[in-house]
């Protein structure tokens, strides 16, 4: 059995490494032709390979993906725990996840110059390609606007969505998305790409916007 998360190297082959692109083009094909059985994980993940590597539907079923039950709204004093552990923006944007271009990050940037009271915050490590986000933050002028967290604890995560004004997910494409789906667990108001996967994890929950 195989599990499918995503056809980015196929979508989206500009987001990604060469190398990276080049393993995922020569082997995702003979993956999923050799499986007896595929999961994707999410409908949108399985009509396209069915579309891309001509599979017989009733070879692949979808099964979404849950959030630990961790995610919950916080209280009070876990939100104000986590302010002060990371020196939180009283009014913050946040974004949960990797820095590289199919997350489409830069667009989040060009939105709040026009809002000087708008935050960003971005939990999540430097992933491939990603200098392009942080020469924007410079050009824009955003310095002091934008609070880099690197990678956090999970623990801390429930408390940090739920401290958020919103969460925001702008990604060219996802095979899923996860942290829409645990912002809303945690109470956090999701704006988010009305592509890919996204409207079947956040449906008529939050507000869908086209990522460009």
């Not at 552990?85 to 820095?99: A, M």
């Not at 935050?119 to 992933?127: D, S």
Request: net charge neutral.
């Amino acid at each position: 059995v195989f599990t499918l998360h995503d056809l980015t190297h196929r979508l989206y082959p500009q987001t990604q490494t060469t190398l990276n692109q080049l393993y995922l083009t020569l082997m995702i094909g003979r993956f999923l032709h050799a499986a007896s059985a595929i999961i994707a994980v999410s409908e949108s993940t399985r009509r396209d390979a069915i579309h891309f590597y001509d599979l017989d539907p009733v070879k692949i079923r979808a099964i979404p993906l849950g959030v630990h039950a961790r995610f919950r709204p916080a209280g009070s004093s876990e939100i104000l725990a986590i302010r002060k552990t990371y020196r939180l923006p009283e009014l913050f944007l946040l974004y949960v996840g990797t820095i590289e271009p199919r997350k489409n990050l830069n667009v989040i940037l060009e939105a709040i110059q026009g809002y000087d009271s708008l935050r960003l915050v971005v939990a999540g490590k430097q992933g491939w390609l990603a200098q392009e986000f942080y020469r924007r933050i410079k050009d824009y002028g955003l310095q002091e606007r934008v609070t880099l967290l690197g990678t956090i604890p999970e623990e801390d995560l429930p408390a940090l969505y739920s401290a958020a004004r919103a969460f925001v997910f702008p990604s060219l494409y996802e095979g899923f998305g996860l942290p829409p789906l645990e912002a809303m667990a945690c109470g956090a108001p999701v704006i988010c790409s009305n592509t890919s996967s996204l409207p079947e994890v956040v449906d008529d929950a939050g507000i869908l916007i086209p990522p460009t």
